[in-house]
């Protein structure tokens, strides 16, 4: 990982973790063995491990949200817990789709448990994060919060669609695949940075600056991640070096690339034509790099983190949570993994 992470995400780790530990624990034993695996928590056994359960963006930017709306950082605990069980019940279910053996650096629910479990597994958690948002106690404002979490899993799941049918697709562009990502990445990071916002008793005003803020990092958050699916470091990543293009992805640099047409739009159908081996996925990958189309991504990447920013000097925040904010955003852009 580029850089030191922001103090907020262990700020943040600190304050979310044990309620998700606690929501975890009210769900029915047979199903919390792969939820604890898939977090960090244990091994496939059920003993305890430490190892990579996630950055916890999301949980942290509900904490700024509500910190934003001039609240205390644990009125948006709930949102906090709720907004990661649906991060995470949509990996367990990308991981099947996708075909993902591996993740965070060790084996996938389904690879570990078998598909019928995560997809069983998959769906507890996203009804618990519904029911964790609902039950909240420390605020009057959870069901509206509430509301603005079904509003991004909805997206997040049309998004997931966009994007299996653009796979299956012969082509793609440019503006569908934003349009794909602004729904199943930016939805759920605007929304999160709302709910805490919401949660924290802000105003209409103050929610909708937010919400626009993480829609504009989140389509650069997947910027950078297809970028990662490429070229990314097995060693960062925990997935196989071209993963994206071995899985024959239309993510954002292949869609440039058949948009762009000719020699390298044509390179790209007909490798995508049939299945690739490693070394026609390491040519391809030389190939879209020496076209520019790295570059290109990494720059409207760099677009849409400077539009978020800006979003938050319109906003005029107070200059703590924005602070913390523009940090956050800055990190996600110079990551690795």
């Given at each position: 990982m580029h850089g030191v992470p922001p103090a907020v995400l262990a700020r943040a780790k600190l304050l979310i973790e044990p309620a998700l530990r606690f929501a975890v624990e009210t769900l029915d034993p047979n199903l919390r063995l792969p939820v604890t695996y898939h977090l960090g928590w244990t091994d496939r056994a059920g003993e305890p491990a430490a190892v990579d359960s996630g950055k916890g963006v999301r949980s942290a930017l509900t904490i700024l949200g509500a910190e934003a709306a001039q609240a205390t950082a644990d009125i948006a605990i709930a949102g906090g817990v709720a907004v990661e069980l649906i991060h995470n019940f949509s990996?367990?279910?990308?991981?099947?789709?996708?075909?993902?053996?591996?993740?965070?650096?060790?084996?996938?629910?389904?690879?570990?448990?078998?598909?019928?479990?995560?997809?069983?597994?998959?769906?507890?958690?996203?009804a618990l994060a519904f029911q964790v948002l609902l039950d909240d106690t420390r605020t009057a404002n959870s069901g509206p919060a509430t509301r603005r979490l079904a509003m991004a899993t909805s997206a997040m799941i049309a998004g997931q669609a966009q994007d299996v049918a653009l796979d299956r697709g012969d082509t793609a562009t440019l503006a569908e695949c934003i349009a794909m990502e602004?729904?199943?990445?930016?939805?759920?990071?605007?929304?999160?940075?709302?709910?805490?916002?919401?949660?924290?008793?802000a105003d209409?005003?103050?929610?909708?600056?937010?919400?626009?803020?993480?829609?504009?990092?989140?389509?650069a958050f997947q910027a950078i991640d297809d970028i990662l699916g490429i070229w990314g470091d097995t060693a960062?990543?925990?997935?196989?070096?071209?993963?994206?293009?071995?899985?024959?992805?239309?993510?954002?640099p292949i869609a440039i690339a058949l948009e762009r047409g000719g020699d390298i739009g044509e390179a790209v159908t007909t490798a995508f034509s049939q299945p690739m081996d490693p070394a026609q996925v390491a040519t391809l990958s030389k190939r879209l790099e020496a076209e520019g189309i790295q570059a290109e991504v990494q720059g409207l990447a760099r677009d849409y983190l400077d539009a978020a920013i800006a979003r938050?000097?319109?906003?005029?925040?107070?200059?703590?949570?924005?602070?913390?904010?523009?940090?956050?955003?800055?990190?996600?852009?110079?990551?690795?993994?």
């Open positions: 990996l367990i279910h990308d991981d099947i789709m996708d075909n993902d053996r591996t993740r965070r650096h060790r084996a996938t629910v389904w690879d570990v448990f078998g598909v019928a479990d995560a997809i069983i597994v998959g769906d507890a958690m996203h602004a729904n199943k990445t930016g939805a759920l990071l605007a929304q999160s940075v709302a709910i805490g916002a919401v949660l924290g008793g209409e005003e103050l929610v909708t600056a937010l919400e626009s803020f993480g829609i504009s990092l989140g389509i960062s990543t925990g997935k196989p070096v071209g993963n994206d293009l071995r899985e024959q992805k239309k993510s954002m938050l000097d319109e906003a005029q925040l107070a200059e703590g949570p924005k602070a913390e904010l523009v940090e956050l955003a800055n990190f996600i852009w110079n990551r690795d993994s």
